[in-house]
C-alpha cells in the first residue's frame, strides 16, 4: 500500500542510528559545513607515492575543493602544499603531473622550490617598503604522511597524526603494500564527476548487498562458499574491513581463474577490502588493487578517482594479464564501475528534487556480509563530526565537535 | 569500389553494426586473428593506459552479455572519418579514421560521449576486407561512469 505525503515524510519509527534523513545528501548548508567538519578535518588519500616516484616529481590533486600540489622535494620527502601563488592566488602548477625543481607562477612570475619556498620575486625591492620579503610568502604547507605508500593529506594543522587516526585499520593491506621486496605501482588512473553526493559513492563500497546490481559480482562472489558469513570488522573512527573470500573469476563467461601470479600477501583468487573514513576504499582481487577516492563539488557533484596497482618491476606479460583482470571490472569500460555510479545517480535524480526523505541502515545480521553496521558506524562519526545526528541533521548534538563550535 | 572505398565501406559499417547493435554482423567483419584494444594517454600518470583488449572470441562474448548488465540506457553513434589508408604487402592495409562518439540520452539530450582515431590493420580475404585489429587511441579520458559498450 501506498504512503501519503505525510507518512512519506515522517521518520521511519526504528531507532535513529537505523536511518538517516536524505537530507544530508542534499542540504547546501550541511554540504558547506561537512567540507569544514569532515572533509578538511580528516586524513585524505592524495595519490600512492608510486605517482611520484623521483626527485622533484609532483602530482596535482583535489581535495574538498581545494588545489593541492603533492611533490617529492629535492631532499626526497613527501610534501603537499595548496596550488596557490602567494601573492594573487593563481594556480602555481598547472601541469596534472611532471617533474621540476621549481614553479613559476605564469601571473607574475613568483617562483617557489619544491619545499615551498618563495625563491624569487621579480624587482621585490618594490616590497621594501611595507617589508614583504621572499621569506614570508612560501607556499601554504599541507600535512602530508605516507603509510603502506599511500600518500595521505590533511588539512587540520591541529589534526591528529595518520597513525593515530588510521590505528589498526590497514592491517589486512599490509602483507599486499607493505612488501619491500615487491612494492606496488599504479598503472591506471581515471576520474570523472559523477552526479551524486560524495557519500553515497563510498556508501557503494560498503553496502556489499548493492551486488546483486552487478551481473559480474552476482557470479563471482554471491554465489560463493562463505559469501555471506564473511564478518565486518570496524576500527575506531569508522575505517573497516571485511574478512576476506574467494571468488569464482570464471563462472563469469570467457573470464578465467585469478589462481596465478596473485599480488603480494594475496591467495589465488582472494579478495580483500578495507574501508578509509570517510572517502576511500581500497579493493584487491587476488591479482589486482584498486584504491578509489572522492572529493566533493557541490552537494550533488563528485570528483571520483579510481586507481589500479600492479607490483613495480613486473614483466610486461605479467602487466598485461593485471591490466586485463583490472580493466574486466573496474576500467571505465569495465563491466562494475558504470554500474554502482548509475545506481547513486539514480538515488540523486530522485533526492535531488525532494522525491527521497530518508534512507533505510537497518538490516541486522551479527556483523555478517550483509549488515548494515558500518553504514551506521560512518554515519555515527560522520554525526559526531558534524556535530548533529544523521537521522535528523537538523538539529545540534550537545558537546558537538561541528564546524560552528570550532 | 577503389580500395579506399572498401576500406571506408568496412569502417563505416562496423560503426553502424555496433551502434544497431547488430552484433553478429559486426563479428563477421572480423578476421579470426582479430585483436581490439582502446588505449589513451594519462597525463596524471605520464603512461599509456590499455582501458580494454580483446580477442575476437571475447569481443563476441562481451557483446552478447551487455544485455545482462545495467548498462546506458541512450544510444551511442560512433561516427569515423576515414583519414589515411596506406598499403601494405600480401593485401592488406593500414587505415587512420578520425572518430566522434555521440550519446544520446534517454531525455533525448545528445553530447560527445569521446573522441579518438581508429588505427585499423586490414586484409583482403575470399570473402571480403577484414578487420585484423583495431586500436582506438582514445584521446577523451573522462567517459562519465563507463561503457560496457566498446567503441
Known amino acids: 500500500m501506498g504512503r501519503t505525503a505525510e507518512a ?33 578535518r580528516t586524513w585524505k588519500f592524495a595519490c600512492h607515492e608510486s605517482e611520484i616516484p623521483n626527485v622533484n616529481d609532483f602530482r596535482r590533486v583535489n581535495h574538498a575543493g581545494v588545489p593541492l600540489i603533492v611533490v617529492r622535494s629535492d631532499d626526497g620527502n613527501i610534501r603537499s602544499f595548496i596550488n596557490a601563488c602567494s601573492h594573487r592566488a593563481a594556480l602555481v602548477v598547472r601541469e596534472l603531473s611532471g617533474n621540476a625543481r621549481n614553479w613559476t607562477c605564469l601571473f607574475h612570475h613568483w617562483c617557489f622550490d619544491t ?39 590533511n588539512l587540520d594543522d591541529g589534526a591528529p597524526p595518520l597513525d593515530d587516526y588510521l590505528g589498526d585499520a590497514l592491517e589486512n593491506l599490509v602483507p599486499v603494500m607493505g612488501d619491500p621486496e615487491r612494492s606496488l605501482e599504479v598503472f591506471h588512473y581515471s576520474k570523472t564527476i559523477v552526479r551524486a553526493n560524495w557519500k553515497q559513492w563510498h556508501e557503494t563500497n560498503m553496502d556489499p548487498y548493492h ?46 581463474s585469478r589462481n596465478t601470479m596473485p599480488m603480494p600477501g594475496m591467495m589465488p583468487d582472494e579478495f580483500r577490502t578495507v ?30 578517482e579510481w586507481r ?69 558506524a560512518y554515519y555515527q562519526e560522520w554525526g559526531r563530526l558534524m556535530g548533529r545526528p544523521a537521522h535528523d541533521p537538523k538539529r545540534r548534538l550537545s558537546n558537538s565537535l561541528g564546524a560552528s563550535g570550532l | 569500389m577503389s580500395e579506399r572505398e572498401k576500406i571506408w565501406d568496412l569502417v563505416s559499417q562496423s560503426c553502424m553494426h555496433l551502434d544497431s547493435e547488430q552484433y553478429d554482423s559486426y563479428l563477421e567483419l572480423l578476421d579470426d586473428s582479430y585483436e581490439y584494444i582502446i588505449s589513451c594517454f594519462s597525463p596524471d600518470l605520464r603512461k599509456e593506459m590499455v582501458l580494454l583488449q580483446l580477442n575476437k572470441n571475447e569481443m563476441g562474448t562481451l557483446l552478447k552479455n551487455i544485455h ?10 560512433r561516427q569515423a572519418s576515414l583519414y589515411s589508408v596506406e598499403r601494405k604487402p600480401d593485401d592488406r592495409y593500414s587505415a587512420m579514421s578520425y572518430v566522434t562518439v555521440t550519446y544520446t540520452n534517454l531525455d533525448g539530450v545528445s553530447a560527445i560521449f569521446c573522441v579518438g582515431r581508429y588505427h585499423d590493420d586490414i586484409a583482403g580475404r575470399e570473402n571480403g576486407l577484414r578487420l585484423m585489429s583495431r ?4 584521446e577523451t579520458r573522462d567517459i562519465g561512469t563507463g561503457c560496457h559498450y566498446p567503441i
Open chain 1, 308 to 376: 589500479g596497482l600492479g607490483v613495480k618491476g613486473e614483466s610486461a606479460e605479467d602487466r598485461a594479464m593485471r591490466t586485463q583482470h583490472h580493466n574486466q571490472f573496474w576500467g571505465p569500460f569495465g563491466r562494475n564501475l558504470y554500474e554502482d555510479a548509475y545506481a547513486i545517480e539514480c538515488v540523486d535524480e530522485a533526492n535531488r528534487g525532494g522525491g527521497g526523505a530518508y534512507s533505510i541502515l537497518a538490516r541486522h545480521e551479527d556483523m555478517r556480509t550483509q549488515d548494515d553496521g558500518l553504514l551506521r
Open chain 1, 275 to 304: 574501508k578509509i573514513f570517510p572517502d576511500t576504499n581500497v579493493l584487491v582481487r587476488a591479482t589486482v588493487m584498486r584504491i578509489d577516492t572522492s572529493s566533493p563539488i557541490s552537494p550533488n557533484e563528485t570528483l571520483v
Open chain 1, 8 to 40: 512519506w515524510q515522517s521518520p521511519p519509527e526504528i531507532p535513529g542510528e537505523d536511518y538517516i534523513s536524505n537530507a544530508i545528501y542534499t542540504d547546501p548548508d550541511l554540504f558547506k559545513e561537512e567540507l569544514e567538519a569532515v572533509k578538511k
Open chain 1, 211 to 256: 551486488e546483486y546490481l552487478h551481473y559480474v559480482n552476482r557470479r563471482v562472489a554471491m554465489k560463493g562458499d562463505g559469501y555471506h558469513d564473511r564478518v565486518w570488522k570496524i576500527y575506531s573512527g569508522a575505517h573497516a574491513t571485511l574478512s576476506p573470500m574467494r571468488q569464482r573469476y570464471e563462472a563469469v563467461k570467457g573470464w578465467t
Open chain 1, 115 to 153: 619545499r615551498g619556498n618563495c625563491i624569487h620575486i621579480p624587482r621585490d625591492e618594490a616590497y621594501d617598503k611595507v617589508g614583504l620579503c621572499k621569506e614570508k610568502l612560501g607556499l601554504r604547507v599541507v600535512r602530508t604522511q605516507t603509510r603502506l605508500g599511500m600518500v595521505f593529506v
Open chain 2, 135 to 138: 586500436r582506438f587511441a582514445m
Open chain 2, 68 to 77: 545482462n548488465h545495467i548498462h546506458l540506457p541512450g544510444k551511442l553513434f
